[in-house]
């Protein structure tokens, strides 16, 4: 049977209308690498075996463990449940996973929800002071829907952009990432790139990407 650990929620709070940022105690020889994700399940009866991957985005140093997640509401399941959860509930972690792992400079590419598992590579790197040469590139449908926009601005500056779909909006860029905003917007496509999103954002983005140049083993993204 895979080991899980428990963890008790200590607290929780939105971050966007529909994210929350749940803070929870680390156990006892927990570890991980940032971008890599857990299986996480409430510790309830009707609960524990209905388990969904998280990733961890606080750094790996950390005397907790913090998650970031979107509630989807169309969907009666684990974040509909989580996003209701009061301070004291237990919940059980897996081992970590995932082949999203930092391997130097490139461009992040994000689609909502899709930014969580680069927080903690980027807060990482930020505590290294290790961000110049990295760019962030981050579709949303609305402006009200960016996690950490103030954070990630402040991380990039001007080598970020943010990018609204459904709306647009001043000082957002207004369009999808296909393969001519990815021409327009990146000079050199001889470098990494970081791909996370839904998965026909990133089956869409990764094509795009190989069709103007960038190797395929130059790809960073959850196989």
């Known amino acids: 049977m895979t080991k899980r650990y428990k963890a008790t929620l200590l607290m929780s709070e939105f971050v966007t209308h529909d ?33 969904r991957p998280f990733t961890p985005t606080c750094l790996t140093g950390d005397r907790i463990l913090e998650f970031t997640i979107k509630r989807y509401p169309a969907h009666e399941g684990v974040t509909r449940e989580l996003h209701k959860l009061s301070p004291g509930t ?56 960016i996690i950490c926009e103030k954070e990630l601005r402040y991380y990039f500056g001007s080598r970020c952009i943010l990018i609204t779909t459904a709306a647009q909006a001043k000082g957002y860029e207004h369009s ?30 990764n094509k795009g990407l190989q069709e103007l140049g960038a190797d395929s083993q130059s790809l960073v993204f959850e196989r």
């Not at 792992?101 to 807060?123: H, K, Q, W």
């Open 19 to 51: 994210v929350k940022q749940f803070v929870v105690s680390r156990p006892s020889g927990f570890s991980f690498e940032p971008g890599q994700a857990v299986n996480l399940a409430i510790d309830r009866p009707q609960w524990h075996q209905d388990e």
């Open 90 to 145: 237990e919940l059980l972690l897996s081992e970590p996973f995932g082949t999203i792992a930092y391997r130097g400079a490139g461009v992040f590419i994000a689609g909502g929800a899709g930014i969580t598992p680069f927080l903690a590579i980027l807060r990482e790197r930020i505590c290294k002071s290790d961000l110049d040469g990295h760019y962030l590139i981050f579709s949303n449908k609305t402006v009200d829907d």
């Open 176 to 205: 999808r990432i296909d393969r001519d905003f990815l021409r327009e917007s990146i000079d050199n496509f001889d470098q990494r790139f970081y791909v996370c999103g839904p998965p026909g954002f990133m089956k869409s983005v």
